[in-house]
C-alpha cells in the first residue's frame, strides 16, 4: 500500500531555504547514483567520471547551449560518458566478483538492442564495450542486423533470442562462418529443425543455447511472467526434447550455452540468487546428458533504483552492483564446485541498468492551472441567495475544531447552488462566487491539516484534490509511455532554481489532452506521493523540468498520441576541463514527418489548402497576397516541430 503524504514544501521555517533543502526535497542524492547532484547555484548537474577525477556540468547551461542551437525543448539529453561509465561498472564489478571468489571463468556482457536501439547509443556500446569484450543481444532479424554491422570483433557475443526463421538462422549462420561467437537460444523446440536444417544446408554448424522457463517467481512488476506461466523458454520436457533431437543429429557439441531470464527490474536479490541456483542445476543437467556447455547467460534484471529507497519494492532494489555480481558468482560455485563442473562463462543480459542513466528528459512548462481563491467581498449584499450566505458564513468560521463539520457545510451549500443553478433560480454570477468560496474554505482546512497529527480520512486528499496542474511540453505517450503502460515512477524535479524554495505543490499534465497524459506519482525520499513540489512561474523565464533515469525502454516503446513525434535529442559528452560537446544532434519529428506515418500526403495536403485559398481569391474574401500569407502559414507549419514552439524568448 502507498502511504500519502501531506504537502510538505510549503512548511514555514524561518532559516533560510539552501540547496541541501532541495537535496532532501527530491532524494537527488539517493537515485542519483552520483551522476547527478545539485550545484551552490541551484541547479542540477550531471557529473562524470574522468581518470578518478569528477567533472561536472549544468543541465541548464546545456539546455542554453540547444537553445542557441535552434534545439527547442522537448528534448531528449544523452550524456555518452554516464553510458559508458555504466559499461565500465558493470564489467569491473563481475571482474573484481570474479577475482574475489576464485572464479576460474569469465564474464561477457551483452547489451539486449530493444531496450534502446538508438544507432548512437548502440554504436557507443560497440566501441566503448569493446575492451570488454561486451556483445549485443538480439531479439529479431533486424537487431541481428544491427549486432552484426555494429560489432567489430569475434571476442564478444551475439546472442540470439526471439523466434527465428531461416533467414534469421541464415544470417546468423554466415555470423560463425567468421568466426564470430553467434548463439541461437532457442525459445521453443519448434526452432530447432530450421536450424539443424539450414546448418546442413550451408555446412555450417551453429552454437545454441537453450532457454529454460525458470520456476523462480520474482518481485516486482514483471512476476506474472516468471515462473511456469512463463511465454518464453522450453518446459523441462521440451529441452530433454531438444537434446535427444540433437544427439539424433550428431550435433549435441553445438549445445554450449544455457539461457535463463527471471524478468525486469528485479527488486529481491534472493530471487535472483535463487535463480541462478536453478540454473546451475539446469546446466548440470545438461553436461550430464552429454553437453558441452560452457556459457551461464542469466538475461536481464538486474534493477534501477528509480527510488533511491534500497527496497525490494517495484521501482527500487535491495541490493548494489557489486552485491549482484558477487551472489552471482557465489551461487555458480557453490552448485558446481560439489559436482565438480567446470566454471562456465558468465553472461548478463543487462539492458535497464546499463542505459537508464544516460537519458533524460527535459521540458518546460507552458501554463500553469491553480486552485487558489480569488479574494472574497466583505459581505454579500442581502439580494443574494440566502444559501450563498450560508456558505459565507461557513467560510468566516473554519478552525482548528470545526474544519471537519465546516468541509461538509461547504460542499452541501457548494451543491446546493449547483442544484439551484440547474433549475435556473440562480444565475452565473452565483455559481462562480459559491465555487469560488467553497475553495477559499478548503484552502484554509488544508492550511489547517499541515498542523495536525491525524488527518480524518476523507481529508487525507484534500490537498491533491487542490494541487496545481503544470502543464508541460511534451507526450507522455511519446517520451515516457511506461508511466501510462505500467505505472513507472522516474525522478523528477526542476533543473535550476533550487537554491529558492518551492512553494506550490504540483501534478504535472502533458499537451496530448489525454485525460492518461498526466503525472501524479513521484517518488520522495518518504516513499511515493501524488504531488511534486514545484516553483511559482516567474514572468519572462522559461521553468524547466527533467524527467530522469529514461534510457530504457521509453524512446523506443513511445507512440505518435495526438501526433506528437519524436523530440529533439542531443548527445553530449564531457570533457576533462570541464567543457562539453555536442556530439551528435537530431531534429525530432516534423508535423510533416508524423503526418507522413499515418500515411497522409504533405504535398498534396498543400495542394488541397492552395485550392481552397486561390477558391477564396476567386470569390473576393481574400487577396492574392494574403494568399500567400496563409499558404507560407501553411507550409512553415508542416516542416515545423509538432511541440509547442515559443516565439524567441528568455
Ligand atoms: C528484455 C530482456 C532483457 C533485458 O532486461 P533488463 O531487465 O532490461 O536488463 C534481457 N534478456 C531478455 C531475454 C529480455 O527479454
Redesign the pocket.
Given at each position: 500500500m502507498e502511504k500519502q503524504y501531506p504537502a510538505n514544501a510549503a512548511t514555514e521555517s524561518n532559516a533560510p531555504w539552501t540547496v541541501d533543502d532541495s537535496e532532501r526535497l527530491y532524494g537527488v542524492n539517493d537515485w542519483g547514483a552520483g551522476y547527478f547532484n545539485i550545484s551552490e547555484r541551484g541547479e542540477v548537474q550531471v557529473s562524470v567520471q574522468r581518470q578518478g577525477q569528477s567533472t561536472s556540468v549544468s543541465l541548464l547551461e546545456i539546455v542554453q547551449g540547444m537553445k542557441e542551437r535552434g534545439m527547442e525543448m522537448p528534448a531528449i539529453l544523452r550524456i555518452e560518458n554516464v553510458l559508458d561509465q555504466r559499461i565500465k561498472e558493470l564489467n569491473e564489478a563481475f571482474i573484481r566478483a570474479i577475482a574475489d571468489v576464485d572464479y576460474r571463468g569469465d564474464y561477457r556482457g551483452v547489451f539486449?538492442i530493444?531496450?534502446n536501439q538508438q544507432c548512437h547509443v548502440i554504436e557507443e556500446i560497440a566501441d566503448f564495450g569493446r575492451r570488454f569484450n561486451h556483445g549485443l543481444?538480439a531479439?529479431s532479424k533486424a537487431e541481428l542486423i544491427i549486432a552484426l554491422s555494429q560489432l567489430r570483433d569475434n571476442n564478444s557475443l551475439i546472442v540470439c533470442?526471439g523466434y527465428k526463421d531461416a533467414e534469421f538462422v541464415d544470417l546468423g549462420l554466415y555470423a560463425r562462418q567468421l568466426g564470430i561467437n553467434c548463439f541461437f537460444v532457442l525459445e521453443t523446440p519448434a526452432e530447432l529443425p530450421i536450424i539443424l536444417e539450414r546448418s546442413k544446408a550451408l555446412g555450417i554448424k551453429p552454437l545454441i543455447g537453450a532457454r529454460i522457463k525458470s520456476s523462480v517467481i520474482v518481485d516486482g512488476h514483471w512476476n506474472e511472467d516468471s515462473g511456469d506461466r512463463s511465454i518464453f523458454g522450453l518446459s523441462t520436457s521440451a529441452l530433454l526434447d531438444v537434446v535427444e533431437q540433437l544427439k539424433t543429429a550428431q550435433m549435441l557439441d553445438c549445445l554450449q550455452l544455457l539461457h535463463c531470464?527471471l524478468g525486469?527490474?528485479i527488486p529481491n536479490i534472493r530471487n535472483i540468487r535463487s535463480g541462478v541456483q536453478e540454473a546451475c542445476r539446469f546446466y548440470a543437467g545438461l553436461i550430464a546428458e552429454g553437453a558441452p556447455m560452457g556459457y551461464l547467460d542469466l538475461?536481464?534484471?538486474?534493477a534501477v533504483d528509480y527510488e533511491g529507497a534500497r527496497t525490494n519494492s517495484t521501482h527500487s532494489m535491495n541490493y548494489r552492483l557489486d552485491e549482484y555480481c558477487v551472489n552471482i558468482v557465489e551461487a555458480i560455485v557453490e552448485s558446481l564446485d560439489p559436482l565438480q563442473i567446470e566454471h562456465p562463462t558468465i553472461v548478463t543480459?543487462?539492458?535497464?541498468?546499463t542505459v537508464a542513466y544516460s537519458s533524460l528528459l527535459l521540458f518546460n512548462v507552458l501554463d500553469v492551472r491553480n486552485h487558489d481563491p480569488r479574494p472574497l467581498p466583505e459581505t454579500l449584499p442581502d439580494t443574494d441567495h440566502e444559501t450563498l450566505h450560508n456558505l459565507f458564513a461557513v467560510n468566516s468560521t473554519v478552525n482548528e475544531r470545526n474544519f471537519q463539520e465546516c468541509y461538509n457545510d461547504a460542499l452541501y451549500y457548494r451543491d446546493e447552488i449547483r442544484e439551484l443553478f440547474r433549475r435556473g433560480h440562480v444565475g452565473l454570477r452565483d455559481r462562480a462566487l459559491a465555487d469560488n468560496i467553497t475553495l477559499a474554505v478548503l484552502d484554509k482546512i488544508a492550511k489547517i491539516l499541515k498542523t495536525i497529527e491525524r488527518v480524518p480520512p476523507e481529508l487525507e486528499n484534500l490537498p491533491e484534490l487542490l494541487c496545481d496542474i503544470y502543464y508541460g511540453n511534451f507526450s507522455l505517450f511519446q517520451s515516457l509511455p511506461d508511466i501510462w503502460a505500467i505505472d513507472q515512477v522516474f525522478p523528477v524535479m526542476p533543473i535550476h532554481r533550487l537554491d529558492e524554495q518551492p512553494t506550490r505543490e504540483a501534478i504535472i499534465a502533458d499537451i496530448t489532452c489525454d485525460c492518461d497524459g498526466k503525472i501524479d506519482r513521484f517518488i520522495s525520499p518518504q516513499g511515493i506521493r501524488n504531488t511534486l513540489p514545484l516553483h511559482s512561474l516567474n514572468q519572462d523565464q522559461e521553468y524547466y523540468i527533467g524527467v530522469f533515469l529514461v534510457g530504457?525502454y521509453q524512446e523506443t516503446l513511445g507512440d505518435l498520441h495526438n501526433l506528437f513525434g519524436d523530440t529533439n535529442v542531443v548527445s553530449v559528452k564531457v570533457n576533462d576541463d570541464g567543457s562539453y560537446d555536442f556530439v551528435r544532434e537530431f531534429h525530432g519529428d516534423s508535423i510533416s514527418d508524423v503526418l507522413s506515418y499515418v500515411e497522409y500526403d504533405p504535398k498534396q495536403m498543400l495542394e488541397q489548402f492552395r485550392r481552397r485559398a486561390e477558391q477564396g481569391v476567386r470569390d473576393k474574401i481574400i487577396s492574392a497576397s494574403q494568399r500567400q500569407k496563409m499558404l507560407s502559414a501553411f507550409k512553415d507549419s508542416l516542416q515545423g516541430y509538432t511541440y509547442f514552439e515559443r516565439e524567441a524568448q528568455d
Amino acid at each position: 500500500m502507498e502511504k500519502q503524504y501531506p504537502a510538505n514544501a510549503a512548511t514555514e521555517s524561518n532559516a533560510p531555504w539552501t540547496v541541501d533543502d532541495s537535496e532532501r526535497l527530491y532524494g537527488v542524492n539517493d537515485w542519483g547514483a552520483g551522476y547527478f547532484n545539485i550545484s551552490e547555484r541551484g541547479e542540477v548537474q550531471v557529473s562524470v567520471q574522468r581518470q578518478g577525477q569528477s567533472t561536472s556540468v549544468s543541465l541548464l547551461e546545456i539546455v542554453q547551449g540547444m537553445k542557441e542551437r535552434g534545439m527547442e525543448m522537448p528534448a531528449i539529453l544523452r550524456i555518452e560518458n554516464v553510458l559508458d561509465q555504466r559499461i565500465k561498472e558493470l564489467n569491473e564489478a563481475f571482474i573484481r566478483a570474479i577475482a574475489d571468489v576464485d572464479y576460474r571463468g569469465d564474464y561477457r556482457g551483452v547489451f539486449p538492442i530493444k531496450v534502446n536501439q538508438q544507432c548512437h547509443v548502440i554504436e557507443e556500446i560497440a566501441d566503448f564495450g569493446r575492451r570488454f569484450n561486451h556483445g549485443l543481444e538480439a531479439g529479431s532479424k533486424a537487431e541481428l542486423i544491427i549486432a552484426l554491422s555494429q560489432l567489430r570483433d569475434n571476442n564478444s557475443l551475439i546472442v540470439c533470442n526471439g523466434y527465428k526463421d531461416a533467414e534469421f538462422v541464415d544470417l546468423g549462420l554466415y555470423a560463425r562462418q567468421l568466426g564470430i561467437n553467434c548463439f541461437f537460444v532457442l525459445e521453443t523446440p519448434a526452432e530447432l529443425p530450421i536450424i539443424l536444417e539450414r546448418s546442413k544446408a550451408l555446412g555450417i554448424k551453429p552454437l545454441i543455447g537453450a532457454r529454460i522457463k525458470s520456476s523462480v517467481i520474482v518481485d516486482g512488476h514483471w512476476n506474472e511472467d516468471s515462473g511456469d506461466r512463463s511465454i518464453f523458454g522450453l518446459s523441462t520436457s521440451a529441452l530433454l526434447d531438444v537434446v535427444e533431437q540433437l544427439k539424433t543429429a550428431q550435433m549435441l557439441d553445438c549445445l554450449q550455452l544455457l539461457h535463463c531470464h527471471l524478468g525486469s527490474q528485479i527488486p529481491n536479490i534472493r530471487n535472483i540468487r535463487s535463480g541462478v541456483q536453478e540454473a546451475c542445476r539446469f546446466y548440470a543437467g545438461l553436461i550430464a546428458e552429454g553437453a558441452p556447455m560452457g556459457y551461464l547467460d542469466l538475461g536481464g534484471g538486474l534493477a534501477v533504483d528509480y527510488e533511491g529507497a534500497r527496497t525490494n519494492s517495484t521501482h527500487s532494489m535491495n541490493y548494489r552492483l557489486d552485491e549482484y555480481c558477487v551472489n552471482i558468482v557465489e551461487a555458480i560455485v557453490e552448485s558446481l564446485d560439489p559436482l565438480q563442473i567446470e566454471h562456465p562463462t558468465i553472461v548478463t543480459e543487462s539492458g535497464r541498468a546499463t542505459v537508464a542513466y544516460s537519458s533524460l528528459l527535459l521540458f518546460n512548462v507552458l501554463d500553469v492551472r491553480n486552485h487558489d481563491p480569488r479574494p472574497l467581498p466583505e459581505t454579500l449584499p442581502d439580494t443574494d441567495h440566502e444559501t450563498l450566505h450560508n456558505l459565507f458564513a461557513v467560510n468566516s468560521t473554519v478552525n482548528e475544531r470545526n474544519f471537519q463539520e465546516c468541509y461538509n457545510d461547504a460542499l452541501y451549500y457548494r451543491d446546493e447552488i449547483r442544484e439551484l443553478f440547474r433549475r435556473g433560480h440562480v444565475g452565473l454570477r452565483d455559481r462562480a462566487l459559491a465555487d469560488n468560496i467553497t475553495l477559499a474554505v478548503l484552502d484554509k482546512i488544508a492550511k489547517i491539516l499541515k498542523t495536525i497529527e491525524r488527518v480524518p480520512p476523507e481529508l487525507e486528499n484534500l490537498p491533491e484534490l487542490l494541487c496545481d496542474i503544470y502543464y508541460g511540453n511534451f507526450s507522455l505517450f511519446q517520451s515516457l509511455p511506461d508511466i501510462w503502460a505500467i505505472d513507472q515512477v522516474f525522478p523528477v524535479m526542476p533543473i535550476h532554481r533550487l537554491d529558492e524554495q518551492p512553494t506550490r505543490e504540483a501534478i504535472i499534465a502533458d499537451i496530448t489532452c489525454d485525460c492518461d497524459g498526466k503525472i501524479d506519482r513521484f517518488i520522495s525520499p518518504q516513499g511515493i506521493r501524488n504531488t511534486l513540489p514545484l516553483h511559482s512561474l516567474n514572468q519572462d523565464q522559461e521553468y524547466y523540468i527533467g524527467v530522469f533515469l529514461v534510457g530504457a525502454y521509453q524512446e523506443t516503446l513511445g507512440d505518435l498520441h495526438n501526433l506528437f513525434g519524436d523530440t529533439n535529442v542531443v548527445s553530449v559528452k564531457v570533457n576533462d576541463d570541464g567543457s562539453y560537446d555536442f556530439v551528435r544532434e537530431f531534429h525530432g519529428d516534423s508535423i510533416s514527418d508524423v503526418l507522413s506515418y499515418v500515411e497522409y500526403d504533405p504535398k498534396q495536403m498543400l495542394e488541397q489548402f492552395r485550392r481552397r485559398a486561390e477558391q477564396g481569391v476567386r470569390d473576393k474574401i481574400i487577396s492574392a497576397s494574403q494568399r500567400q500569407k496563409m499558404l507560407s502559414a501553411f507550409k512553415d507549419s508542416l516542416q515545423g516541430y509538432t511541440y509547442f514552439e515559443r516565439e524567441a524568448q528568455d
